[in-house]
């Protein structure tokens, strides 16, 4: 007797599979195969472009005399412009648990001390900066502090800037993403995006 095997390892008789459980076991294995294939070529298309991208780079440095080298950030065209590639690394911060305590402690400090109304927005920027969600800190918000240390005059407002300098040691980079984006005009002469959505990959 034919018999299938369910997700417990007990042995169903083929008699008792319905129609459509039958044909979910035959289309799921059609598109997972399906699926496996295009990941494959997607994977070897990314790969390809990185290696395009790489070349195009060196072209350039080597036509303009540069040893200048890139995080991985950076856009070019074919000849024409109606084709725009773009490559943009994005790398996550984390923090130092301690190091960013400590950061928050001094700006604590800094806002309990001071209560002027120029004082009073910087202030609101860091609470702000300094909100959760969820429980963790948006990074971004975090690091928008460190543009105003020019601002903010470091003779009256040290431990401002002491924070500033703590939340720069706290930073952490522990990994980066390389994105890929292929863009083509349309009839109007605007870029549209062709998605291949493996950032992923």
């Known amino acids: 007797?034919?018999?299938w095997t369910d997700e417990s390892g007990v042995t169903i008789p083929a008699n008792r599979i319905t129609a459509s459980e039958k044909l979910r076991e035959n289309k799921a294995a059609k598109l997972l195969k399906q699926a496996l294939a295009l990941n494959e070529k997607l994977v070897s298309f990314k790969a390809?472009?990185?290696?395009?991208?790489?070349?195009?780079?060196?072209?350039?440095?080597?036509?303009?005399?540069?040893?200048k080298e890139t995080k991985g950030n950076f856009i070019w065209h074919n000849f024409d412009r109606s084709i725009k590639v773009e490559v943009s690394i994005n790398e996550r911060i984390e923090f130092d648990?301690?190091?960013?305590?400590?950061?928050?402690?001094?700006?604590?400090?800094?806002?309990?001390?001071?209560?002027?109304?120029?004082?009073?927005?910087i202030k609101a920027l860091v609470m702000e900066a300094f909100?959760?969600?969820?429980?963790k800190l948006d990074s971004k918000k975090v690091m928008s502090l460190v543009k105003y240390r020019q601002r903010i005059p470091q003779n009256k407002y040290p431990v401002f800037h002491e924070a500033i300098d703590t939340i720069e040691k706290a930073v952490r980079r522990p990994d980066s993403k390389t994105y890929f984006r292929i863009w083509a005009k349309d009839d109007k002469g605007e870029y549209q995006n062709v998605n291949l959505n493996f950032s992923n990959l």
């Open 1 to 3: 007797m034919k018999t």
């Open 48 to 67: 390809e472009i990185e290696t395009d991208c790489r070349k195009i780079f060196e072209a350039v440095k080597a036509e303009n005399n540069s040893d």
């Open 97 to 121: 648990e301690l190091l960013i305590a400590i950061a928050k402690e001094k700006l604590e400090s800094f806002i309990s001390d001071n209560t002027t109304a120029t004082e009073d927005m």
């Open 131 to 135: 909100s959760t969600s969820r429980g």
